[in-house]
T-cell receptor
Framework: AQKVTQAQTEISVVEKEDVTLDCVYE???????LFWYKQPPSGELVFLIR??????QNEISGRYSWNFQKSTSSFNFTITASQVVDSAVYFC?????????????FGSGTRLQVQP | KAGVTQTPRYLIKTRGQQVTLSCSPI?????VSWYQQTPGQGLQFLFE???????NKGNFPGRFSGRQFSNSRSEMNVSTLELGDSALYLC?????????????FGPGTRLTVL
């Protein structure tokens, strides 16, 4: 069965620091998708990125970057020069496309607090 | 383009009652999924509907049910409410094309069972 582990429960940084959120996944499927979502205090999950299992290229979007390594089953997320607005809970999620299920299996989330 | 909308945003019920939550997906999206979020269990998949049919189901008791209408709007129902059903219920919509699409979430309905 699929599983997503976010070992960091809570991280606190000072504004402008870089921070990396870890995500480790388990799956037996060869075709799968990985996601990151942000949940601000309002509660709505905001989509950040989707990556399929055949694309190991790292991605950068502004201050956000993602490192996907199949060899270690990890999909880590780095925020460069963090800002107070980045404070939120971040979830990593996995979907196994091979089974036909589109359900997302979420990690337990990492709460990021960025202090001014 | 309007996002996913959920109504009501907050709900208070008592044990034994039933409740119906509503979700309107993004225009053009045909798949609607429901998730339950609690402090103890985190985010868990309830079910997914596509073209008015339940396509996938999570590991929840039969008290949890749903349906989807021809306009892709979806409702979920919880009967015989228990204290443990208190949670944030999130609805997500996607295009439901080939592969796995991005799922876009609504603001959620916060259900409190007393």
């Amino acid at each position: 069965a699929q599983k997503v582990t976010q070992a960091q429960t809570e991280i606190s940084v000072v504004e402008k620091e870089d921070v990396t959120l870890d995500c480790v996944y388990e799956t037996r499927d060869t075709t799968y998708y990985l996601f990151w979502y942000k949940q601000p205090p309002s509660g709505e999950l905001v989509f950040l990125i989707r990556r399929n299992s055949f694309d190991e290229q790292n991605e950068i979007s502004g201050r956000y970057s993602w490192n996907f390594q199949k060899s270690t089953s990890s999909f880590n997320f780095t925020i460069t020069a963090s800002q107070v607005v980045d404070s939120a809970v971040y979830f990593c999620a996995l979907s196994e496309a091979g089974t036909g299920r589109r359900a997302l299996t979420f990690g337990s989330g990492t709460r990021l607090q960025v202090q001014p | 383009k309007a996002g996913v909308t959920q109504t009501p945003r907050y709900l208070i019920k008592t044990r034994g009652q039933q409740v119906t939550l509503s979700c309107s997906p993004i225009s053009g999206h045909r798949s609607v999924s429901w998730y339950q979020q609690t402090p103890g269990q985190g985010l868990q998949f309830l079910f997914e509907y596509f073209s008015e049919t339940q396509r996938n189901k999570g590991n929840f008791p039969g008290r949890f049910s749903g349906r989807q209408f021809s306009n892709s709007r979806s409702e979920m129902n919880v009967s015989t409410l228990e204290l443990g059903d208190s949670a944030l219920y999130l609805c997500a919509s996607s295009l439901a094309g080939q592969g796995v699409d991005e799922q876009f979430f609504g603001p959620g309905t916060r259900l409190t069972v007393l």
